[in-house]
């Protein structure tokens, strides 16, 4: 990835943090709802998608592999560790992964993954 783009992801980063220190300000118990949060980051300009992780899994060359699949369109990408780390948490579980990108959820895009308990 490029210095360049790398500099745009981390102020991108930095400014979705700010937007949920902003909406996670609610008392202990009463969190915030997805799509709060989602709002939040598309106020940024930013994408939100929410799906399953159909594969995740590693290469010889050790890069991860991750196939994300959002209602009717899959994106199948090398992902960083953080974030496949979080995909495959929520294949072995069976749980859904909300993705927060810079464009489509792939790899090289990626700001946020976060496993959702089966309650959201």
Known sequence: MSTQKEANLAELQK?????????????????PHLQQLSSAAISLGIDSYVGQVAFAGQTSSGSYQVQFNTGSSGYSSAWPQWAFEQAKSALLYGKKLWVIADGKPFGSSLLQALILSSSV
């Open 15 to 31: 400014s979705l943090d700010q937007k949920f220190s902003q909406v996670v300000t609610m008392e202990l118990g009463q969190g």
